[in-house]
């Protein structure tokens, strides 16, 4: 049973615009909620993180939501740039061990 | 050198063939992990070491066998192989029982099995 899901394989947005990734998530025990932006022929890198306690975490161009009923969280970036364009992965942790998503591709087209 | 680099970044590899993947961090972290990512399948946990100790083997077959021999250094040691068994291998390290848990990825090992 996979506590980690990205429902969306791709996602294309138009430079400018705003592009929103989406996740969810089974387990309850999760504390925090990642996630990781993948270029090609690159590892994962942190980009942005949320605490269970709170409901928005902002940084930047990203926001992060969280909905703790929905067990649901999404990232968004406004606006949208060309060098965005990456895998990004959702992620969970609890005691301090991550599970992640499958992973979404964003395309931003100039 | 900053970071978690990983060697080699490809590898190409008979069946019958034994070879080692090396994974180095220079961030002071304690906790190291292996993945393996398939095409189309999410990041799957292969190996956690915490401070040094082996603290999680995700049923991984014996065929692949973990080394840390210091909190800057991993290893993964592979020995008859599956074709199955290609994949992207990385790396990560965080700091160990920090809450949130977040880990910094070398570039990854790219194994082909033949």
């Known amino acids: 049973d996979q506590q980690v899901k990205q429902n969306s394989p791709s996602l294309s947005v138009q430079e400018g615009r705003i592009s929103i990734l989406n996740c969810d998530y089974t387990n309850s025990m999760f504390d925090y909620f990642l996630w990781y932006k993948k270029y090609p022929a690159e590892g994962p890198t942190f980009l942005i993180s949320?605490?269970?306690?709170?409901d928005k975490n902002e940084d930047g161009r990203f926001t992060v939501f969280l909905n703790k009923s929905a067990k649901h969280l999404s990232l968004h970036i406004v606006p949208s740039q060309p060098g965005d364009s990456a895998v990004y992965f959702c992620?969970?942790?609890?005691?301090?061990?991550?599970?992640f998503g499958d992973g979404t591709t964003l395309t931003v087209k100039p | 050198e900053t970071g978690v680099t990983q060697t080699p970044r490809h590898l190409v590899m008979g069946m019958t063939n034994k070879k080692s993947l090396k994974c180095e961090q220079h961030?002071?972290?304690?906790?190291m992990y292996w993945y393996k990512q398939s095409a189309k399948k999410p990041l799957e946990l292969m190996f956690v070491?915490?401070?040094?100790?082996?603290?999680e083997n995700n049923s991984v077959p014996s065929r692949f066998s973990p080394e840390c021999p210091n909190s800057s250094h991993l290893f993964l040691h592979l020995h008859t192989l599956q074709p199955e068994d290609s994949a992207l291998y990385l790396c990560?390290?965080?700091?160990?029982?920090?809450?949130?848990?977040?880990?910094?990825f070398g570039a990854g090992t790219r194994l082909s099995v033949l």
């Open positions: 961030l002071g972290h304690n906790a």
């Open positions: 990560a390290s965080s700091q160990a029982r920090e809450p949130s848990n977040i880990q910094y």
């Open positions: 992620a969970a942790s609890a005691a301090g061990k991550s599970t």
């Open positions: 070491y915490s401070l040094e100790e082996r603290v």
């Open positions: 949320i605490s269970s306690i709170k």
